[in-house]
């Protein structure tokens, strides 16, 4: 069955380290997102590509990096510099122009301790 | 930039009641409309969604919503709903113009059905 997989859904870092997530689809789609989930305050979009070797800083990038190496895969890491990194995140790819809506994975929940 | 607003952040029903959750979103161009539904432990999944032509849509689980251009809103309706209905609702916008890929959210209202 296509989807996309986030791995691993709990991951635990301690305060300081860098820690990268990953986001891979098998559905052929061009188009990838990350988001951050907290409470009260919706999906939050972090960084976003729409083709290889291309990608888009969303609404909230600071303390955040991403690459697209390759269209399956759309890693996202969460660097010392965000402040308040525990969260859950979202990927959700489509294709161009979203017609057919957005793919979302299951989700990685991030705690720093 | 895109935005979206859902002011209703928690709505509680007795199965059988209407819904209406509202959405309104700002933007200065032409924009695709969603929404999404998270049950419970579940993904995201997609309800419905306006694209172009008849702005009244029709989507799963006897869900509809209506897009008004002048009022910049798409709420979402359910005539009469039920217990499994309880999950977190989003809105979601999308600039039309080629190449804008960017999808926008609102903050979610939680829904709870009193069986």
């Given at each position: 069955d296509g989807g996309i997989t986030q791995s691993p859904k709990y991951l635990f870092r301690k305060e300081g380290q860098n820690v990268t997530l990953s986001c891979e689809q098998n559905l052929n789609h061009d188009a990838m997102y990350w988001y951050r989930q907290d409470p009260g305050q919706g999906l939050r979009l972090i960084y976003y590509s729409q083709i290889v070797n291309d990608f888009q800083k969303g609404d909230i990038a600071e303390g955040y990096s991403v690459s697209r190496e390759k269209k399956e895969s759309f890693p996202l890491t969460v660097t010392s510099a965000q402040k308040n990194p525990t969260a859950f995140y979202?990927?959700?790819?489509?294709?161009?122009?979203?017609?057919?809506?957005?793919?979302?994975?299951?989700?990685?929940?991030?705690?720093?301790v | 930039?895109?935005?979206?607003?859902?002011?209703?952040?928690?709505?509680?029903?007795?199965?059988?009641?209407?819904?209406?959750?509202?959405?309104?979103?700002?933007?200065g161009g032409t924009v695709n409309l969603f929404w999404y539904v998270q049950y419970p432990g579940q993904h995201l999944q997609l309800l419905l969604k306006y694209f172009s032509g008849d702005p009244l849509v029709k989507g799963i689980k006897g869900f509809e919503a209506e897009f008004i251009k002048s009022k910049f809103s798409f709420n979402l309706r359910k005539p009469s709903v039920q217990w499994s209905d309880t999950a977190e609702y989003f809105c979601a916008v999308k600039p039309t113009n080629f190449g804008n890929e960017k999808l926008t959210f609102g903050t979610g209202t939680r829904l709870t059905i009193i069986p």
């Open positions: 979202l990927c959700a790819s489509t294709r161009r122009e979203g017609y057919y809506g957005y793919t979302f994975g299951s989700g990685t929940r991030l705690t720093v | 930039a895109q935005s979206v607003s859902q002011h209703n952040h928690h709505v509680i029903l007795s199965e059988a009641a209407s819904l209406e959750l509202g959405c309104n979103y700002s933007y």
